[in-house]
């Protein structure tokens, strides 16, 4: 099957800093998607990008689809953004309207004051 | 619009036991699929249906058993309770395409 590897797995920020996860993948995708879980488990969409970029508030996200990975960019970072993020991706012929994910280990951020 | 809701949020078993847990998928979505996620893992897909069939299977025993109703809610039920079987158990709905998750069950076996 498909890999999916996160990077870095824990990274610690000062809060106002910028960062830079990335995720690559091993195969072609049909669908991407970068969630945030908080701390009680809940896992918030944060973009839905097969290919692109996409800008929503600080956070912004691109896919090379081509190359195999995708960026997501935090700015002005604060305490709230701290938690893991994960990468998630739908891969082969999954049929119409199937929507099977795989997911990246996760990176767990941590945003200090 | 109320999103993906979940029931119970936490639960404990004993090994041997069966659970049953519940997922109300988000107003307009047909389709409810099942994860799994260990403690300090990316989730993992269990099963996921759509016209109350089970379409999709991750490589989970037969221990793990689902149920799409009518109005699209769904049930996760598992059997004969292993210790691995504690985590968080999290369902998600679509329609086309983008999945939202609820805030998950967490379920643990002693």
């Known amino acids: 099957g498909i890999q999916v590897e996160q990077s870095p797995p824990d990274l610690i920020l000062q809060e106002g800093a910028n960062s830079t996860l990335r995720c690559n993948f091993s195969d072609s995708v049909n669908n991407l998607q970068w969630f945030h879980q908080n701390p009680w488990g809940q896992l918030i969409n944060l973009f839905y990008i097969p290919s692109g970029t996409k800008q929503n508030g600080r956070l912004s996200a691109t896919t090379v689809a081509t190359e195999r990975y995708s960026l997501l960019y935090i700015s002005s970072s604060q305490t709230t953004d701290s938690g893991v993020y994960f990468c998630?991706?739908?891969?082969?012929?999954?049929?119409?309207?199937?929507?099977?994910?795989?997911f990246g280990k996760g990176t767990k951020l941590s945003v200090i004051p | 619009d109320a999103g993906v809701t979940q029931s119970p949020t936490h639960l404990i078993k004993t090994r041997g036991q069966q659970v049953t847990l519940r997922c109300s998928p988000k107003?307009?979505?047909?389709?409810v699929s099942w994860y799994q996620q260990a403690l300090g893992q990316g989730p993992q897909f269990i099963f996921q249906y759509y016209e109350e069939e089970e379409r999709q299977r991750g490589n989970f025993p037969d221990r793990f058993s689902g149920h799409q109703f009518p109005n699209y809610s769904s049930e996760l039920n598992v059997n004969a309770l292993l210790l691995g079987d504690s985590a968080l158990y999290l369902c998600?709905?679509?329609?086309?395409?983008?999945?939202?998750f609820g805030e998950g069950s967490r379920l643990t076996v002693l």
């Open positions: 998600a709905s679509s329609r086309a395409g983008e999945l939202f």
């Open positions: 998630a991706v739908e891969w082969g012929y999954s049929g119409a309207g199937s929507y099977q994910l795989t």
């Open positions: 107003s307009g979505h047909d389709t």
